[in-house]
């Protein structure tokens, strides 16, 4: 008989939490789940997963290899996790003619510059900004600087290596700390292109908010807004709380929702997830669409373990369905995937590591797990593994999740249980090179 479970592909860089939450839906689903990563191709199937491996920087040369291997069977869907697994992604969808972002807006999406160029020609309001490369790094009392200001890496995520300057003196401090990030082995190793600039823009105060959302054939509909409520002011700009639903006034959430279609429509977007970050002025003294300013927007869910926090409501049974289920509904034009988000608060806390050093352990897991509201804890980092703090760091120690009857209720919740827990990091020995003091 022939084979009718419908198939999907996920690309995705490595294979961790969220590919796992992946396949606990598609098994639900009876879905085939198909994995394309970017694990060394000459590994005969090291975790007997039958993934398709790629380069990841290469995007035509692994959507080519992924196409020439799926054309002896059918493909239903496509889904990507991260920026680098996107463009890859889109370029097979294209030459399937499965419905999914465009590879050029894609593309687009993953250069900061770049983003910043479109939204600006759109009309969008955007800070000043320029690129400029890392080594020689210009005199900054030449290039027409305006403090306070932020560097940025062009590429990468999760705020790696983004620092606010004030002064001269930091802006040159900066620079230096960010090209020394682009030079480390494991950077280098992502074949990222433009490793040697960085985009300088204006900085931008105000409240600062997440959106998670899904386009279908252009149309967007918004899953949940995110409150950040700990003010991302720098020097380093490490998330930590998630909560939602957001606690702004009903016109500032309109004037976000109005400022994620135009930057959609702007970059090119049209079809699948989106996770897309604003500041929002707090003065109320500048018309409403200048209120808000896109600080990216990309083609893809919210990473790792966060999706977690969100749960949708399927009619009419009732039942709760993950982030991933979702996705997976929608990729394949299933039944659900226009279910609305649970009624409650909900957040999660992204342990923020306060110092760079080998992780060592956490004492007052049990006592924090038992405060009301908290509905998980889940430390990632590993025992004796080195851990970065920002901005070279762009993981977590782990990621707690609480539920409540309002957005307070959870913040709170967050910030009880993380008092709660104590890690312990020590510093890294030095290497002690011999003949540094013969």
């Given amino acids: 008989m022939p084979d009718t479970r419908k198939r999907v592909l996920l690309f995705a860089s490595k ?27 000459q590994l005969d199937d090291p975790w007997e997963d039958r993934a398709i491996a790629v380069d990841f920087s290469k995007p035509t040369e692994a959507a080519h290899a992924v196409v020439t291997q799926s054309r002896a069977t059918h493909v239903d ?15 097979v969808a294209r030459a399937l003619g499965i419905p999914f972002h465009h590879p050029a807006a894609v593309e687009a999406c993953g250069n900061k510059l770049r983003t910043r160029e479109v939204l600006r020609d759109a009309d969008m309001p955007v800070p000043w900004f320029r690129a400029m490369a890392t080594q020689p790094l210009p005199e900054p009392a030449l290039l027409g600087l305006i403090y306070p200001c932020v560097l940025k890496p062009l590429s990468l995520s999760a705020s790696q290596g983004v620092v606010r300057a004030n002064t001269r003196g930091e802006f040159l401090a900066a620079a230096s700390r960010i090209h020394k990030l682009l030079q480390t082995p494991e950077i280098q190793a992502t074949r990222e292109s433009h490793l040697n600039e960085i985009l300088v823009e204006g900085y931008l105060p105000g409240h600062e908010v997440a959106v998670e959302a899904l386009m279908t054939a252009g149309q967007i509909r918004i899953l949940a807004i995110f409150d950040k409520p700990d003010p991302l002011e720098g020097p380093f700009f490490e998330e930590t709380i998630y909560v939602t639903p957001s ?90 995937s226009d279910a609305p988000r649970e009624s409650a608060a909900s957040g999660v806390m ?20 038992h405060t009301p509201g908290i509905t998980q804890i889940q430390i990632t980092a590993r025992v004796h593994d080195y851990i970065a703090a920002w901005p070279e760091g762009s993981s977590y120690l782990g990621f707690i999740f609480a539920t409540g009857e309002s957005p307070e209720v959870v913040e709170a919740a967050l910030r009880e249980a993380h008092g709660k827990l104590a890690f312990l990091i020590r510093p890294r020995l030095a290497v002690h090179h011999p003949s540094a003091s013969a």
């Fill in 247 to 336: 606690r702004l006034p009903a016109p500032r959430l309109a004037a976000v929702e109005k400022s994620l279609q135009r930057c959609a429509a702007a970059m090119g977007l049209s079809h699948g997830p989106l996770h897309a970050e604003f500041r929002v002025r707090d003065s109320g003294e500048t018309p409403e669409t200048e209120t808000v300013w896109p600080l990216e927007i990309a083609p893809r869910p919210i990473g790792g373990l966060c999706a977690q926090s969100l749960h949708f409501t399927l009619s009419p049974s009732g039942e709760s369905i993950g982030l991933e289920e979702l996705l997976l509904r929608h990729a394949l034009e299933l039944p659900g």
């Fill in 15 to 41: 294979l961790g939490y969220q590919t796992r939450s992946f396949a606990v839906a598609a098994e639900k689903l009876h879905v085939d789940l198909a994995y394309v990563t970017d694990r060394c191709h």
């Fill in 350 to 369: 992204m342990i923020p590591i306060p110092q760079s050093g080998i992780f060592s352990g956490v004492t007052g897991e049990e006592a924090a797990a």
């Fill in 77 to 91: 869907g496509i889904l990507a996790l991260g920026d680098r697994p996107a463009h890859a992604a889109a370029g």
